[in-house]
């Protein structure tokens, strides 16, 4: 949303975020781009991460954070301040977008027709956008058992001028003290979904004794995932850099020779996928939700089945032992970021529903 409102600035568009009062590190980046930012007040819980004082008050309430714009876009379709904010959109006879990111577990499966009805909450707010985004097929799937809203199917946009491959990989591994090493990468949440353990548990089985696994992200996994790299005998093979700047991220992918992605469920889409295609690096991410779409497209790497720590040991060992593999896969996936994912590509599409939301009310 943050890469969004500034893109669609510099598109000539008046933009402003309207969030949850809490500091996110971003916010004069924001404002030297041009996007105004307005934060609603309210306690922020710190475990379901939602804004509980806006969960019991009525969308007319937020309805006065959102007077004066043509377009209201909300984003995610399962937390109280994007849902208000749809139906807020209405209340003001406004064009109403929302962006659905997420899926859920078994997202094909009509059991979600049955828990739209029986929590109705979801689905009456959902009968509100004029328009629904869906970051992928597998998005799309799990949304329409909540709404009957039209769908448009626009992914997710990565910045391919960020996220670039490196003119001389070799050199970016000396700046981080890993010269002659093969860096196999993981950036995410240290979370069970995420499924960083199955990695840990995979590299430790790979013989390449040259091999570094670099995890990058915290979570509550953390600390067990430390204990069990110890237990494995392989902490000084594995590097966990918690969470890096936005400034340092591109450098980690530009270094490493191999991505991981090993999420176990519930992945609608993939974004650091997609910022690894956009550096040449190659990509070995399991076979659910939305990641196939994306990892499918020309073959920028492998598909492994999820929670299966042999078969992505495998994975990884393949693509380490064969320069010329990395390479082609590589290419491959800065090809296809450039010419699908581009925010060139994908802001285009996204003002497409917006002209055509306005044009109908």
Not at 124 to 150: C, G, M, Q, W
Not at 238 to 263: G, Q
Not at 312 to 328: K, P, Q, V
Request: one cysteine or more; proline letters at 4%.
């Amino acid at each position: 949303m943050h890469n969004l409102a500034i893109k669609l600035r510099d598109r000539g568009h008046d933009v402003t975020v309207v969030t949850n009062d809490r500091a996110t590190g971003r916010e004069s980046e924001l404002k030297q781009s041009g996007v105004k930012l307005v934060k609603v007040p309210g306690f922020v819980s710190p475990i379901f991460d939602v804004n509980i004082t806006y969960s019991m008050k009525s969308s007319r309430d937020l309805a006065e954070f959102l007077r004066g714009f043509d377009i209201i876009h909300s984003h995610h379709a399962f937390t109280p301040l994007a849902l208000k904010a749809v139906k807020a959109g209405r209340i003001l006879r406004k064009a109403s977008i929302l962006t659905t990111h997420s899926i859920s577990f078994a997202h094909d499966s009509e059991l979600w027709d049955v828990v739209g009805l029986t929590i109705p909450v979801f689905s009456s707010y959902l009968k509100y956008p004029n328009r629904v985004i869906a970051v992928s097929r597998a998005a799309e799937t799990f949304i329409k058992h909540f709404t009957d809203a039209p769908i448009t199917i626009i992914p997710n946009g990565v910045d391919t001028r960020v996220f670039r491959p490196a003119g001389d990989r070799e050199s970016i591994k000396a700046m981080f003290g890993l010269s002659g090493r093969s860096v196999v990468l993981y950036v995410g949440r240290m979370s069970y979904r995420k499924g960083p353990h199955v990695l840990l548990n995979a590299f430790a089985n790979i013989s390449d004794s040259r091999a570094v696994l670099v995890m990058v992200g915290s979570g509550d996994m953390l600390p067990f995932l430390k204990l069990r790299a110890e237990l494995l005998g392989v902490e000084s093979r594995v590097i966990f850099m918690n969470y890096v700047s936005d400034s340092l991220l591109p450098e980690l992918y530009r270094m490493s020779d191999v991505f991981v992605a090993p999420s176990i469920v519930a992945e609608a889409f993939g974004l650091v996928i997609l910022e690894a295609m956009a550096s040449g690096v190659p990509v070995i991410a399991t076979s659910v939700g939305g990641i196939p779409e994306v990892l499918s497209e020309g073959r920028a790497g492998f598909l492994v089945a999820p929670n299966s720590e042999r078969e992505l040991g495998e994975a990884i060992s393949i693509m380490l032992s064969d320069s010329s593999l990395r390479e082609t896969c590589g290419e491959i996936g800065r090809r296809v970021a450039e010419e699908r994912y581009s925010w060139d590509i994908v802001v285009p599409q996204i003002e497409r529903v917006y002209s055509e939301a306005v044009s109908e009310l």
